[in-house]
C-alpha cells in the first residue's frame, strides 16, 4: 500500500531480527521502524550506484 511517497511493506519479520532492530534504534534514539527504513535506504542508494558503474 502507498501512503503519499512511502510505501508500506506487509511481511513477517522474525523475532529476532526485531529484536536487533529494537535494541540498534534504542543506541542510536530513533525508532526501530526508522532505522529500518534508513538501512533499506542506504542499501537502495549502494545497489544503484553499484549498477550504474561500469565492470571493468
Known amino acids: 500500500m502507498a501512503y503519499g511517497n512511502k510505501v508500506k511493506f506487509h511481511y513477517d519479520v522474525p523475532a529476532y531480527i526485531k529484536k536487533q532492530l529494537a535494541e540498534a534504534a534504542k543506541k542510536l534514539n530513533i525508532t ?4 529500518l527504513s534508513r538501512t533499506i535506504e542506504e542499501e537502495y542508494e549502494r545497489v544503484k550506484n553499484n549498477k550504474d558503474t561500469p565492470k571493468k
Not at 526501530?32 to 532505522?35: H, N
Open 32 to 35: 526501530a521502524t526508522e532505522l
